[in-house]
């Protein structure tokens, strides 16, 4: 399918009003729009966290259920310093400075995923086509899942709001081993094209992959045995791709978002881009700093695809300004101001898509 381009039909103004009251909001609290000590406190924090927890499990070997409490610390860290460094890094919001910004977009290849994978999955791609079945990858996970109404429906999807919990465990494990070596060998996400690869783009997938395989496959085994290796990477592992997975899927797969089709004969969405990305994305949770802290502001999701080089730091307060813009141009703004309400949305969302 080839991407489909946005058409504002209606001449709105709504996007360019957004970033003028944006940017007089930098201007006038003279704050910049990437992180701040803050942030790079949070960062090492969680790095230090995550070694020193590595260390103590490989090469002191702890008691049993000491060992499996630390891995699944391991295993909820992995998912924050994804979502608060990485993420940030990726795109271009961590630091003022392109190589701290690139050495935290990066750093998500210690983790086990391809960076440059996730630079065209999510920044090129999900950012710009969020919820175009057939284009935005996040919402593909077909035939095990129906994320959509223009997607298939099978006689399994009627029980997918029961077992899609134990899937969203399995995601990590399928980015790590399966998904990231899918796109690099077809040089595709999903029916896009990837950007052309540089020889160093290739030495640095593969030197990745195996350095993260030794550190976390090969050394533990050697040093602790299979069966002890297995159960806490599997434990790190499938924890960590739970937690990503919810947090992802409460942004967009709700039962108030839409999932627009493109128009068949001239492959245009009839919506200005900034229009579409607010009606495909929700926000949860947005009083509870605990969760903001946690998932690096993703919980402001709406603030965060509307203007993605802007450090989640700043989402609570760009938020009432997105939020009053959005009230006086007609554009539906969708929040859950509990993270269980989401939840229960999204499971809703996925019984309706299977019994539909």
């Avoid at 000590?37 to 960062?43: I, V």
């Avoid at 995550?50 to 070997?61: D, G, Q």
């Avoid at 994804?82 to 392109?98: E, P, T």
């Avoid at 919990?165 to 998904?179: A, D, G, K, P, R």
Wanted: with cysteine; proline share 3%.
């Amino acid at each position: 399918m080839a991407t489909p381009k946005f058409t504002n039909a209606k001449g709105s103004t709504f996007y360019s009003e957004l970033k003028t009251r944006v940017n007089n909001y930098f201007q006038e609290t003279k704050t910049p729009a990437h992180g701040d000590f803050s942030l790079y406190f949070k960062a090492v924090l969680l790095w230090t966290l995550y070694v020193a927890l590595y260390i103590h499990v490989v090469f002191f070997t702890p008691q049993n259920w000491i060992a499996i409490l630390e891995c699944f610390a391991m295993g909820g860290l992995t998912a924050a310093i994804g979502f608060n460094v990485m993420h940030d890094g990726g795109h271009g919001s961590f630091s003022n400075s392109k190589i701290w910004n690139k050495i935290a977009a990066f750093s998500v290849n210690a983790l086990g995923a391809s960076g440059i994978m996730w630079n065209n999955k999510h920044n090129i791609i999900h950012h710009t086509y969020t919820n175009i079945d057939g284009v935005d990858d996040d919402i593909e996970i077909k035939p095990l899942l129906r994320m959509c109404a223009s997607q298939k429906r099978y006689f399994i999807h009627r029980f997918q709001h029961i077992y899609v919990w134990f899937l969203y465990t399995l995601l990590l494990l399928v980015w790590v081993f399966e998904s990231d070596y899918r796109k690099y060998f077809k040089k595709k996400v999903g029916t896009v094209p990837i950007k052309k690869m540089s020889a160093f783009d290739h030495f640095a997938f593969w030197f990745a992959k195996a350095a993260y395989y030794f550190m976390m496959i090969v050394l533990p085994i050697m040093l602790v045995g299979f069966v002890p290796w297995l159960l806490g990477f599997l434990i790190i592992a499938m924890f960590a791709g739970f937690v990503l997975s919810i947090v992802f899927q409460l942004a967009h797969t709700v039962e108030e978002t839409t999932f627009p089709v493109p128009n068949a004969d001239i492959n245009t969405i009839e919506n200005e881009w900034a229009i579409h990305q607010v009606e495909t994305t929700a926000n949860f949770a947005t009083r509870n700093k605990v969760i903001s802290w946690l998932v690096g502001g993703l919980n402001f999701q709406i603030e965060h695809h509307l203007f993605p080089k802007i450090s989640h730091i700043h989402y609570p307060a760009i938020s009432k300004i997105i939020k009053q813009t959005c009230k006086e141009y007609g554009v539906k703004y969708i929040e859950f101001r509990k993270m269980r309400h989401a939840i229960v949305s999204h499971a809703t969302h996925l019984k309706n898509m299977g019994r539909a």
